[in-house]
């Protein structure tokens, strides 16, 4: 990833004392600012506008990424992508890991910009979804087709956690509605599929 500013450094410092491995690039830009402001049961989130990365800077995150991903790793692109990362430059990041071997999952906002890279993995909300297919999904079954088609276009798996607390998971052969035990968020889910694929947990242990 890419960090700017004294706050990248310490970031990167950090991550450094903590033991965990960490191939930040050092951006020119400071980092946007982020609050979250708690009134009780009410949350307000105010974030600023991030900072555009770098053509350099981006080319030196693919180098690194590609010099450490091997045949058999998981790589995971979340959350909002930098305006440089064009979806025509992301579907060829997608494509070069994939023909390497290594698992490659998306859970990126907003989805339908992403729609030419095909992961071996998707993760995305119904909106999400929606989005992909231009038009507005009610209920599951709505929901499955378009999985369905999305993985016939070339998507291995497709993950929607739904807000009702059921997430539905899907791959060519079978579509599985599960009720999670308890609310994910989409990067700790995300993050439990990886490990999961990773360790060749079969697709029904992991749902």
């Known amino acids: 990833g890419i960090v700017g500013g004294a706050e990248g450094e310490y970031i990167r410092d950090r991550l450094a004392l903590m033991g965990l491995p960490n191939a930040l690039v050092l951006g020119r830009a400071q980092p946007p600012t982020n609050l979250c402001l708690a009134d009780g049961d009410r949350w307000t989130h105010i974030r600023e506008a991030a900072a555009a990365a770098t053509d350099q800077e981006l080319l030196e995150v693919w180098q690194k990424v590609s010099d450490l991903a091997k045949p058999g790793d998981s790589v995971l692109l979340a959350g909002e ?3 440089a990362m064009t979806p025509e430059l992301l579907a060829q990041w997608v494509g070069q ?3 390497e071997g290594v698992l490659v999952a998306l859970n990126l906002e907003p989805a339908q910009r992403y729609a030419a890279a095909k992961p071996s993995l998707l993760i995305t909300g119904p909106a999400g979804m929606s989005a992909l297919c231009g038009a507005r999904l009610d209920g599951q079954e709505a929901l499955l087709g378009a999985a369905k088609r999305t993985v016939a276009e070339g998507v291995d798996r497709v993950v929607i956690p739904m807000e009702d607390g059921w997430v539905l ?15 994910l968020a989409s990067a700790t889910m995300t993050a439990r599929i990886l490990a999961g694929l990773d360790a060749g947990e079969d697709w029904k242990t992991l749902a």
């Open 169 to 183: 998971f899907v791959r060519a052969d079978e579509g599985l509605l599960v009720s999670a035990l308890r609310p």
């Open 97 to 99: 890991l994939r023909r």
């Open 81 to 83: 992508l930098p305006p």
